[in-house]
């Protein structure tokens, strides 16, 4: 298995070729091959029969690369076999190739095969019986194509689905993965910055007293003091105290440095909303956006805590309804920012992002509490068969003492 799957698509279609070629050589050797036994005149001979296998086989070396025009190639021996009298290996071989052209093809080309082919088997049946006026033998021209084309068209179309479903399924995972992945950058940004804060007010703030204070201790002395050894060590604490407040200035800046956070982690500000919805859309989701913030100032603090609560709700919808539609809508009001996030809620459960016996979700909390941080209002819930989650934020954050700006 493992060897199978390390070979290029086209080795794999090489070795699909012979193994077909030598399975229906030994059903020719055989003499297993006839679809109709006739016990009127000579049989053919094997070696045309061979040469249209040995052309049949050929094709399927283009069956994943050109499937429409391997099913269409390959139907040139087919015709000659059917003349020559239908043998069971080129039509095995055939319907591999329209199982091919169900599976590798567009899902145009796709549709377009099913639909042929089965108007074609209709009217081949409608031939047979207008021709021989003998409803068995329509009956068994519907089983030969059921047989051949119905079971190609059947599983072909089952395989696709479940690639299909495969596919979705990766872009979802990798779409959810990558959320969490900015979301956790995001997380160590805002406490690197909240520990750049605390430095700032905290130490750098007792530092500055000290230094303020050793600078008005010698500034006092005047040179009238007596003891040297209190000018030195006055004159080594307001040195020690601005070499402290240099080297703090140097940490609080790393803290506050994103690093590669412009290339790996997006940026938490409303204008990157449409970053968050085509990762959204990835997933599979139908996110559809009204913003409306024209000619009103919000501020930066508002305008990270509006886009993390939206991540935040869209987050929850990819999670519990995926595949379902999101409706986002931001407006400002008088001196509000509105934020509204809506999606369906899912059929087997009324309420999937609250569950009825634990506490409030990590998400619904950390959106609840950047809201109250900032003075705002927030509501969720399921609605009308809708879960709705709003927040009302004030235009202006209300100013916060961060110290003496270093």
Known sequence: MQRWSALSATGKDVVIAVVWFAVGSLLYLAGFHMLFISSDGPSTPLAPRFALLAMVCAVLLVRRRAPITAMVVG?????????????????????????????????????????????????????????????????????????????????????????????????????????????????????????????????????????????????????????????????????????????MRTMIGLLRRDDDAAETTAPGRLAQLTGLVAVARQAGMRVRVRQDTDGYPVAGAVDQAAYRIIQEAVTNAMKHAPGQEVDIEVHAETETLVLTVRNPLPARDAAPHVP??????????????????????????????YWRVQARLPLAAAPQPVGEPL
Request: avoid cysteine; glycine fraction near 8%.
């Open 75 to 247: 139907l040139v021996p087919l015709a000659f076999d059917l003349m020559l009298g239908p043998t069971l290996p080129v039509w095995l071989v055939y319907s591999d190739l329209i199982y091919a052209a169900v599976v590798y093809g567009t899902r145009r080309q796709m549709q377009g095969a099913v639909v042929a082919w089965l108007t074609l088997s209709a009217t081949a049946a409608g031939v047979v019986l207008a021709m021989t006026e003998n409803w068995r033998l329509m009956v068994l021209a519907l089983i030969i194509a059921a047989a051949f084309v119905g079971t190609s068209l059947w599983w072909g179309l089952t395989v696709r689905a479940h690639m299909e479903t495969a596919a979705a399924e990766r872009a979802r995972r990798r779409a959810l993965t990558q959320v969490a992945e900015l979301d956790r950058r995001a997380a160590v940004a805002d406490e690197r910055k909240a520990m750049a804060r605390d430095l700032h007010d905290v130490i750098a703030g007792h530092l500055s007293a000290i230094a303020l204070q050793s600078e008005a201790a010698l500034a006092g002395l005047n040179g009238n003091s007596t003891d040297s050894r209190l000018t030195g060590i006055l004159t080594a604490i307001r040195s020690n105290s601005v070499e402290g407040l240099q080297e």
């Open 356 to 385: 009825a016996d634990t506490a409030e979700p990590r998400g619904l909390t950390n959106m609840r509490e950047r809201t109250a941080a900032l003075g705002g209002t927030f509501r969720s819930g399921p609605e009308s068969g």
